[in-house]
């Protein structure tokens, strides 16, 4: 049991204080994808865009080390696995488990979903105020 603690830490930065509510679909969800890079990693690895170097040229503002964490919580939750190839230098090329394909249809939709609702988005952020008292 502690040997699972110690690695359920290596990935999380945090320690639970509320436990998930595992009869909530949506709680579970936000749980796995909590965060704006899942979804994005998932969708350039689906394209073909394996390596990390390759994914932090692909999805802008990603800094190295919000992707490998990011990478890591995907792999731990089964969503991605991981090959390395040890030769010099030292390769690693990601690719999505069955679990994970199994996503790419609800992530294709919030995709199409999200570049149709993006310019009404715009045009909400570059007009509207907020007032915020001091």
Same mark, same amino acid.
């Given at each position: 049991?502690?040997? @699972? ?5 290596? =990935?999380?930065? =945090?320690?639970?204080? @509320?436990?998930?509510? =595992? ?17 994005? #990693? #998932?969708?350039? $690895?689906?394209?073909? $865009?394996?390596?990390?170097?390759? +994914?932090?040229? /692909? ?7 919000? +992707?490998?964490?990011? +990478? ?7 969503? #991605?696995?991981?090959?390395?190839? =040890? ?8 690719? #999505? ?11 294709? /939709? ?7 609702? /993006?310019?009404?988005?715009?045009? $909400? +952020? ?9």
């Amino acid at each position: 049991m502690f040997s @699972i603690f110690v690695v359920l830490n290596e =990935y999380f930065m =945090y320690q639970r204080k @509320i436990p998930i509510d =595992y009869n909530c679909g949506l709680t579970v969800a936000m749980e796995v994808f909590g965060s704006k890079w899942k979804f994005c #990693l #998932l969708d350039e $690895i689906s394209k073909g $865009i394996k390596r990390p170097k390759d +994914l932090v040229n /692909a999805i802008t503002g990603i800094t190295k080390r919000v +992707l490998q964490n990011q +990478l890591k919580e995907l792999e731990f939750h089964g969503l #991605l696995g991981k090959t390395v190839y =040890y030769e010099v230098p030292l390769r690693v090329e990601y690719f #999505l488990t069955e679990e994970g394909e199994s996503l790419m249809p609800l992530i294709s /939709a919030l995709d199409k979903w999200g570049l149709e609702f /993006a310019p009404q988005l715009k045009n $909400i +952020l570059e007009n509207q105020t907020i007032e915020v008292e001091i």
